[in-house]
């Protein structure tokens, strides 16, 4: 601990001499942005170096407020908030890795005047328990058109508990081109997704007693029990657009005649290919904690592999873009190939020596589908627009299936700045993943006709930055949900479900102090299907002061405060470690339990830091910190980070 403090303190003193130097007060242009989920446009992002509540360091985090998992961070994990899981099919294998990964749908690119780079080092615990991430960002343009950037995202975290080592390094390369007339957008990302499995602690009362790493696990020193998942994709998107860039005429005459109509078209290829591999291994498969053995007694090694290619032809039109009311759409076809491939136990045995085995079958299948795509936006000014879009299957077991999504948007000017009120509605209709169709391993299999899940979804957000306010509310009404059940197997609730939610988020603030909370209520009309915690809160409250050092003109901004998630008693998913997957049980509930972090955040010049003391009321408020049945959460520790941002 001494060392690290030390490391921190040179740190520290190291940025006080650069804060003595004279900023460079030249503004410097950095743009990111993502593309649309039909990568037909681009969707600028705010460039984030943000200072305010740095000591929530998770990536996790960032995609929803408060995720469940099994108590080690690079562990599987899902969201509480039940409108940010996902449940696309295609999305199976890493459901619940998906926002920490680096994938073709989430890519990020910049344009930027000068090199940007960004690192990102925190460190929680001792050093046989410690829990570390290390991210470096950089990209830079090599002319006014093209950039190119990569990221390196690293967690790595040996866990408190015994065999619970998590291990997530990922990786992405991007470079964009964006001339007046040719875009490209191109990314690779690997990802490699390392977890060790104890299988939850045996005894509850154990926590009371023990020290972490001497409590009892499920899955111990013999098991030496793995799941890994690698995940490579590639995406590149071509844009052009033929004819001539309009050239606002020079001429005041000339200004001030109306507009003659024109229409531009754009012509689009898109290609995403994508790989995922998982494997789980246990050396001792008879330890007691699975009831069957399928396959082999000896050791297990189960494994699930696919491999899909999306290729994709478009044409988009818009109106003149000078015009105030501008309309635009669009229309493609994309070709789907998948392989799928897994080993399954048979019902031949095949006997040894040393045991009776059962044979198993190498499935491969090969899955082929077209896919029309349809878009329709009208921007009526700046202010307003609504936009259609929709894709439907035309053959193989997916054929019918359909979504068509909708989203109306409407900004104002109001006194303290722009808000914007956002009404979306989606209809879809999709057959179940694969996966949830036929399956094996060493401990289970299954073999399934599901019908096709349907679901509606309507959703408003209204937001004002400015105030530092916003407001979600979103319903679902859901036939033939697909989840894994009571049994851990694949299971299909062939009834109705709706699922309201309403999120509120809000910054206070009196004088120095603030309470930045974001409040989650949630119903499901069938708990016994899905059960969801009425209420979820995170909440900071912290003092704000702003040092200033006139003899070296340096500024020192500080944040002292605690952070606080809590949920109500409900019943969450338990997890399965040779699956991978999280399934319903009625067994446990987990909640009312506050977890409350306390800590320093401070800002020099470029260089953002924090110290926290993590679940500071460990022991002291009861011992059910629990988010997932049998994974009891990290104790108390303490952690620290540092960010440094280069752009000069």
């Not at 990536?59 to 108590?71: E, F, K, L, Q």
């Not at 929680?124 to 950037?149: D, W, Y």
């Not at 759409?329 to 040393?354: C, H, M, W």
């Not at 009526?380 to 035309?394: A, D, P, Q």
Request: glycine letters at 6%; aromatic letters at 16%; charged letters at 20%.
């Amino acid at each position: 601990m001494i060392r690290h403090l030390s490391i921190l303190i040179l740190l520290i003193f190291c940025s006080g001499l650069y804060s003595q130097e004279k900023e460079n007060l030249k503004p410097r242009i950095i743009k990111q942005w993502s593309l649309s989920s039909d990568f037909t446009e681009e969707v600028v992002l705010p460039f984030d170096t943000v200072f305010s509540l740095f000591n929530r360091y998770r990536i996790a985090d960032r995609y929803s407020p408060v995720n469940a998992y099994p108590g080690n961070y690079g562990l599987p994990f899902y969201q509480i908030r039940f409108f940010d899981r996902i449940n696309h099919p295609d999305k199976y294998l890493y459901y619940y890795y998906y926002p920490v990964m680096y994938l073709s749908d989430r890519t990020i690119f910049m344009n930027t005047q000068v090199p940007f780079t960004e690192l990102v080092w925190t460190f929680g615990g001792t050093r046989n328990m410690a829990e570390q991430t290390f991210r470096v960002r950089h990209s830079q343009n090599i002319n006014r058109f093209l950039n190119f950037g990569l990221i390196y995202d690293i967690i790595y975290s040996l866990g408190q508990y015994s065999y619970q080592r998590s291990d997530d390094k990922n990786f992405t390369f991007y470079t964009s081109y964006t001339g007046d007339k040719y875009n490209l957008y191109f990314s690779a990302g690997i990802n490699n997704l390392t977890s060790n499995e104890n299988g939850g602690i045996k005894d509850k009362s154990q926590l009371e007693q023990f020290e972490t790493r001497d409590i009892a696990v499920n899955l111990g020193g013999l098991n030496i029990a793995k799941n890994f998942l690698k995940n490579n994709s590639i995406m590149l998107v071509q844009r052009y657009t033929p004819g001539k860039k309009r050239i606002a005429p020079a001429d005041s005459l000339v200004q001030n005649e109306k507009p003659s109509f024109r229409l531009s078209g754009t012509f689009s290829h898109i290609v995403v290919l994508e790989t995922n591999k998982r494997t789980y291994s246990d050396n001792s498969p008879e330890s007691g904690y699975y009831d069957t053995v399928f396959i082999n007694k000896s050791v297990t090694f189960d494994s699930l592999y696919s491999h899909s290619l999306k290729n994709t032809l478009r044409f988009d039109f818009t109106t003149d873009e000078t015009r105030k009311f501008r309309l635009g759409g669009g229309f493609g076809i994309r070709n789907e190939l998948f392989k799928y491939s897994q080993i399954i136990p048979s019902s031949v045995p095949y006997k040894t020596d040393a045991a009776v085995w059962r044979r198993t079958d190498n499935i491969l299948v090969d899955r082929l589908y077209n896919v029309l795509l349809g878009r329709l936006y009208n921007d009526i000014g700046e202010k307003f627009r609504w936009i259609v879009t929709g894709e439907l299957y035309l053959n193989g077991n997916r054929a019918g299936d359909f979504s068509l999504n909708g989203e109306i948007s409407k900004s104002f000017d109001l006194k303290k700045g722009k808000a914007s009120w956002i009404i979306n509605g989606d209809i879809a209709s999709f057959q179940p993943s694969f996966w949830y169709e036929q399956g094996g391993s060493n401990h289970f299999k299954w073999q399934n006709n599901f019908n096709k899940e349907f679901r509606i979804d309507i959703g408003t957000n209204l937001s004002y930055p400015a105030r530092k306010a916003e407001i979600i509310f979103n319903y679902a009404v859901i036939d033939n949900y697909t989840d894994f059940g009571y049994n851990a197997l694949p299971s299909q609730h062939t009834g109705g479900l709706s699922v309201a939610a309403l999120t509120v988020s809000k910054e206070l603030s009196a004088w120095k102090f603030h309470l930045a909370s974001d409040i989650i209520l949630q119903q499901s009309s069938n708990p016994d299907v899905l059960d969801l915690p009425l209420v979820t809160l995170r909440s900071a409250g912290y003092f704000e002061h702003l040092f200033l050092f006139k003899s070296t003109n340096g500024r020192l901004n500080t944040q002292l405060g605690f952070d606080l998630t809590y949920h109500t008693l409900y019943h969450p998913y338990a997890y399965l470690p040779s699956t991978g997957r999280f399934y319903r049980q009625d067994q446990v509930t987990t909640g009312n339990y506050p977890f409350l972090n306390v800590f320093l955040n401070l800002k020099l010049k470029r260089t953002r830091m924090f110290f926290m003391f993590d679940h500071v009321n460990s022991g002291l408020t009861g011992y059910n910190y629990f988010l997932i049945p049998s994974y009891p959460m990290n104790i108390r520790m303490f952690r620290y980070g540092v960010a440094w941002t280069f752009y000069d």
